[in-house]
């Protein structure tokens, strides 16, 4: 759920993603407030809240340079800054900002009057009126100009203050973290052990949890590497994070799982009972993509206590491009993950051949009629693997970089966004074990389902990266 005035909310809330939230966030809205006073409009405005969340989530910010030339430079970048998508890129702090508004000098431009704009969900009428004398040449910046500049310190200072005060350290201010859906219960003591950089596993030597046995190797990307779990999130894996937190939703909580009367919402299936017979070794499925974040931070939080994993290290959802680079596609057009969809065709995790060769994953083959899904269940007209649902986790080859299942088996959570007409949904990569189809088993394919779907296709894989906003 997001929550906020959508004029002014950030990309981070717009996505829903409370672990992002932060003082930052406030400060995109002091940006969205700032063009507002300066320009007279909203710098983000639509007919539409789903076409203003886009335009928040996608669209460039619009410069003050631009809007209305003849503002001091200083300010065009501070308020530039403040706007920017990526929360580690705004200022870490409002005396940051206004650090940055100080800076501004005596320009010399005239400046035009300012025309509100009375586009649909357009900000309220301009705070300010054009100076009388805004027509004839001036030698600096107008006396109102300077008085919304003092505003803008003015209000940067409030939030300052309402921050708490200095801003030692020039940090990312504290806020308060967001509650589990449930709390967690005491886990047990972890003896603790010292441990090389896990980032300088190798495919021949991974990174490696003990008591779970989850094994992490290198993916290449263009600022470094992260490393990737082996094979996708096993239910034995699962299991130990209900055991120790207490989040078993397989009591009385509803997911989606394919019967002979079709794909529906059921009460009787979970991450334990599916719908067929799975061992720990199977990928576990049921789990909603706010539930596969909660089993990273707990496994964050259990290596880290352990001295596993230094507190620069974090264990989370892989992003789009990664997926994309674990899984051998690199320069995919497009800025977002919806703008990739679908965009490189013909090309597979096994390859380019179509249909898939023996062995190149668990897909729909005629093995997947077995009378308990619809009577027109598509599937790969003669061919077959040993699994009419899913398959224990590293029953195919791996890849180059030497993971398994990134082509079927179960599709994967990944932490980007991707926008529809009815809110904020989050992308899946790979495909499943239901699917026949070349277009769904492409890799440069997204598909996408609302944060809290659990279904009997989906599952996930974690990564181990660099603990900063991403």
């Known amino acids: 759920v997001a929550l906020g005035s959508p004029l002014y909310m950030a990309p981070e809330q717009w996505e829903g993603d409370k672990g992002r939230v932060s003082g930052r966030t406030d400060l995109y809205a002091l940006g969205c407030i700032a063009f507002q006073l300066l320009v007279g409009r909203a710098p983000f405005a639509a007919a539409s809240a789903p076409a203003l969340m886009i335009q928040h989530l996608e669209a460039p910010a619009p410069r003050l340079a631009d809007a209305r030339p003849g503002l001091p430079a200083a300010w065009d970048a501070a308020v530039a800054r403040l706007l920017a998508k990526d929360p580690a890129e705004r200022f870490a702090t409002a005396g940051d900002f206004l650090r940055g508004l100080q800076a501004a000098g005596p320009g010399s431009a005239a400046l035009p009057a300012v025309v509100p704009d009375d586009r649909p969900l357009a900000s309220p009428p301009t705070l300010l009126p054009p100076p009388a004398e805004s027509a ?72 490696e949890i003990p008591g779970l046995g989850m094994r992490f190797v290198p993916v290449p990307i263009a600022s470094g590497q992260v490393l990737f779990s082996v094979t996708e999130t096993r239910v034995r894996d699962y299991a130990a994070f209900v055991a120790e937190t207490g989040h078993d939703t397989s009591r009385g909580e509803q997911m989606y ?92 995790p096994w390859g380019t051949e179509w249909p898939p060769p023996p062995g190149a994953g668990n897909f729909a083959g005629e093995e997947a009629r077995v009378g308990r899904e619809p009577e027109d269940f598509p599937v790969l007209a003669g061919r077959r693997d040993a699994f009419p649902r899913t398959a224990p986790v590293g029953s195919f080859a791996p890849n180059a970089l030497g993971l398994h299942d990134l082509a079927g088996n179960v599709w994967e959570w990944c932490a980007d966004p991707y926008p529809t007409l009815v809110g904020i949904s989050r992308v899946i990569r790979g495909g499943s074990w239901a699917n026949a189809d070349a277009a769904r088993l492409q890799t440069s394919c997204r598909g996408y389902d609302t944060p809290g779907h659990r279904g009997d296709r989906i599952g996930f894989r974690p990564v181990l990266a660099e603990d900063s906003p991403r």
Not at 143 to 151: E, F, K
């Open 257 to 348: 799982a394919t019967r002979a009367d079709g794909w529906k919402r059921r009460d009787n299936a979970s991450w334990r009972e599916p719908g067929w017979e799975q061992t720990e070794e199977h990928p576990v499925v049921g789990v909603s993509w706010e539930e596969a974040n909660q089993f990273c931070e707990w496994l964050t939080a259990r290596e880290r206590r352990a001295g596993r994993i230094p507190e620069r290290l974090r264990y989370r959802l892989p992003t789009d491009l990664e997926w994309s680079a674990a899984a051998g596609l690199a320069n995919e057009p497009g800025a977002t993950a919806r703008d990739r969809d679908d965009k490189v065709r013909g090309v597979y």
């Open 136 to 207: 004839r040449p001036a030698r600096g910046v107008p006396l109102w100009a300077w008085a919304v500049g003092g505003a803008l310190c003015g209000a940067a200072i409030l939030t300052l203050i309402l921050r708490g005060g200095n801003d030692p350290g020039r940090g990312t201010p504290t806020v308060p973290t967001p509650s589990p859906l449930v709390a967690p219960t005491a886990s047990p003591a972890i003896p603790r052990a010292a441990s090389a950089d896990p980032l300088a596993a190798t495919r021949e030597q991974p990174h």
